[in-house]
């Protein structure tokens, strides 16, 4: 039997914003444990949360960009369960009326260009944190991330392949990035992802039983995982058995997923209005100034990198990725450098001291001017390439311009066509035995002469212009 996989992304997104969804406690990263709470947070009895504006307008903004349909009113609902890091013994969520309904996220696949559904993306508040540090058994409970906020993307199962759900992922990151409401660093949890998945035979409409799939720290342990799921379902179900609704762990080191729990439905959570926090009322006004507020998306970045630069669809891709780079690159071309040149630069060269540091651009002590002011001093042939790379580094290093480096290091090319005559002559002169080879066929014997002159020199000649008085001083090989 041919079977079909179903899989559906639930991807927890924590909002850029200072402050916690319902009260002022900074959301910091990596701050002492539980020294970023208050009784809001903490869950005193008798507090009352008060709503973060910021967050509701950085939902509004994913919103757009995912072509939701926004609400005019949307509420908050507490939704009930038991857990170590749950203070308050409920999650403040949005259940019946979330503040982005339907929309859609499109994709690019092996297969084909896909059009995946949003099924919501509401706001919620994040639970704490367990700690299981030692070996006596006891567990501690950190509070600085409860009452985070939260903007919890459901998508449709829309998603038939390990693979799409890749794309799926990488594409939604990067629309989030560029719109900056979130950093989606998966290491500090500002990005988490839950899988449903089942199967079905092939042609069946009705959904199979779906299992969903946590402890998922990466996108590629997300198909990881997926892979392995479908594989186990379709055992199970060729073998005569039956597929369970439960939570599963990814466990990594083994490869294989295990179970947590028999899976809760809506029921079991027991939802109802939050009565702490009234209904919000969307004005049109506020929608329409964060929609033409919205930045360019990847997909209209992607078309203008390809139009105006003349730029290959790797190039784009890889450029693309980051919004950053994109617009450290444009800014090495608006000050003279050239687009063809700076994109072999950017894509290299400060890729490569992006993955060498902490990935940050606005940490690099290169400045888009100065990588600029550099291909220029190569496309005028007043340094070489191979020089270009050597003042590269300490611009990097010091942050000073590339007329300071080449000056200092003595890396400037000598073009001047009367004083490398001099010096090709006298190569020539005191090389007769390679002269005699050279004319007598052997072509490479001109890459020696070559070398010689660029050795004279100590590497300064320009190596074009050496190639071109030899040819004129010996003629054509042969």
């Known amino acids: ?60 903004r994913a919103g757009l960009a995912l072509d939701c349909s926004m609400a005019s009113v949307t509420k908050f609902d507490r939704k009930n369960y038991f857990y170590a890091d749950l203070p308050k013994g409920y999650q403040i969520s949005q259940f019946d009326l979330p503040i982005n309904g339907p929309g859609h996220l499109d994709i690019v696949t092996e297969s084909g260009p896909r059009r995946i559904g949003i099924t919501r993306a509401h706001l919620e508040e994040d639970a704490g944190k367990l700690i299981h540090a030692d070996a006596s058994g006891v567990s501690h409970v950190d509070l600085n991330r409860a009452g985070t906020p939260l903007l919890e993307i459901v998508s449709d199962p829309d998603l038939r392949q390990p693979e799409e759900a890749f794309a799926y992922l990488k594409t939604l990151k990067q629309v989030l990035q ?84 028999v899976k809760e439905g809506a029921d079991d959570y027991r939802y109802f209005p939050e009565p702490d926090v009234p209904p919000l009322t969307i004005a049109s006004e506020r929608i329409e100034r964060l929609r033409a507020d919205l930045p360019e998306l990847p997909v209209q970045v992607r078309a203008r990198l390809a139009r105006d630069y003349s730029l290959g669809e790797y190039e784009v891709e890889v450029l693309a990725d980051s919004r950053a780079l994109v617009t450290f690159y444009e800014s090495v071309v608006s000050h003279g450098g050239s687009p063809k040149e700076a994109i072999n630069w ?117 190596p074009q212009l050496v190639r071109e008085l030899l040819v004129e001083q010996l003629g054509e090989p042969g």
């Open 346 to 462: 950017v894509l290299n060269d400060v890729r490569r001291l992006l993955n060498e540091g902490d990935g940050r651009l606005e940490e690099l002590k290169l400045s888009s001017e100065s990588l600029a002011g550099l291909l220029k001093l190569v496309a005028s042939d007043r340094v070489s390439t191979q020089a270009a790379r050597k003042a590269f580094e300490q611009m990097a290093s010091s942050g000073r311009s590339a007329e300071e480096v080449v000056q200092e290091l003595g890396l400037e090319q000598i073009s001047d066509r009367g004083a490398l005559s001099d010096q090709v002559a006298a190569v020539v002169a005191a090389q007769a035995k390679i002269v005699e080879q050279y004319r007598g066929g052997k072509v490479k014997a001109l890459d020696a002469l070559m070398g010689m002159v660029m050795r004279e020199t100590r590497g300064k000649a320009n």
């Open 178 to 261: 560029y719109l900056d409401v979130s950093d989606c660093n998966m290491e500090e949890g500002s990005l988490r992802c839950d899988a449903n998945v089942s199967v079905r035979p092939m042609g069946q409409e009705a959904l199979g039983t779906k299992t969903e799939i946590k402890n998922l720290n990466s996108f590629k342990n997300v198909q990881k995982a997926l892979e392995y799921e479908r594989a186990r379902q379709i055992e199970a179900l060729e073998s005569g058995g039956t597929i369970r609704q439960e939570t599963r762990l990814w466990d990594d080191a083994a490869s294989r997923t295990r179970v947590m729990r």
């Open 1 to 60: 039997m041919s079977w079909e996989c179903v899989i559906g992304l639930e991807v927890h997104v924590q909002l850029r914003t200072k402050t916690k969804l319902f009260c002022g406690c900074r959301t910091t990263f990596g701050a002492s444990p539980n020294s970023q709470t208050c009784p809001v947070c903490a869950g005193h009895p008798g507090v009352l949360p008060v709503l973060n504006r910021g967050a509701v307008d950085l939902a509004l």
